[in-house]
């Protein structure tokens, strides 16, 4: 009776696996020209084949190839992260280091120009980190300007001001 038993629970498990790895995918467009996607076909479906069990849906964005890319371009934010606004430094050497955020994210071919005292200091980078060496003591004004890949100014920092004091 146990052998009996244990034949069908083998023969449940076996079926049970090959019913779910045999699903079928469908994939059709519909009136509005929406890529729809069932495990029923429909008239004009495409059957999909899998190559894996395992899918995961990706979170990075809703554009779709057969989609078109979205009408309004992305608003570009710069900010100086550090020094921070008023920060004193003190350094004897002079040296600041600038670093900087841009929202919603840096792309390839993008560059940031650094201006101290509203003078560009160096030519834009594509680095978004800057070494300003021998900073004489006093107040000092900072800001940036982000650039597309067309060399176009696309955002400005608000500015921000850092005191040096060095030992003379």
Same mark, same amino acid.
């Given at each position: +009776?146990?052998?009996?038993?244990?034949?069908?629970?083998?023969?449940?498990?076996? $079926? &049970?696996? *090959?019913?779910?790895?045999?699903? =079928?995918?469908? /994939?059709?467009?519909?009136?509005?020209?929406v890529l729809v996607f069932s495990?029923?076909?429909?008239?004009? #479906?495409?059957?999909?084949?899998?190559?894996?069990?395992?899918?995961?849906?990706?979170? /990075?964005? *809703?554009?779709? @190839?057969?989609?078109p890319p979205p009408t309004h371009? !992305?608003?570009?934010? &710069? +900010?100086?992260?550090?020094?921070?606004?008023?920060?004193?430094?003190?350094? !004897?050497?002079?040296?600041?280091?600038?670093?900087?955020?841009?929202?919603?994210?840096?792309?390839?071919?993008?560059?940031?120009?650094?201006?101290?005292?509203?003078?560009?200091?160096? @030519? /834009?980078?594509?680095?978004?980190?800057? #070494?300003?060496?021998?900073?004489? $003591?006093?107040?000092?004004?900072?800001?940036?300007?982000?650039?597309?890949?067309?060399?176009?100014?696309? #955002?400005?920092?608000? @500015?921000?001001?850092?005191? +040096?004091?060095? =030992?003379?």
């Amino acid at each position: +009776m146990n052998y009996r038993i244990f034949i069908l629970f083998i023969a449940l498990g076996l $079926s &049970i696996y *090959s019913y779910a790895g045999n699903k =079928k995918i469908y /994939a059709w467009k519909d009136k509005n020209g929406v890529l729809v996607f069932s495990d029923t076909p429909h008239n004009g #479906a495409t059957e999909i084949k899998l190559s894996s069990q395992d899918l995961t849906m990706s979170e /990075a964005g *809703s554009h779709t @190839p057969d989609s078109p890319p979205p009408t309004h371009p !992305n608003t570009f934010q &710069i +900010m100086i992260s550090s020094p921070t606004h008023n920060q004193i430094i003190r350094e !004897n050497t002079g040296s600041v280091y600038v670093t900087s955020r841009i929202t919603p994210r840096f792309e390839v071919g993008f560059t940031i120009q650094l201006f101290i005292d509203g003078k560009p200091y160096g @030519p /834009a980078d594509d680095l978004s980190t800057f #070494a300003i060496r021998d900073v004489e $003591s006093g107040a000092h004004t900072l800001y940036l300007k982000l650039y597309n890949k067309q060399n176009q100014a696309i #955002a400005i920092s608000q @500015p921000s001001t850092f005191i +040096m004091q060095r =030992k003379e």
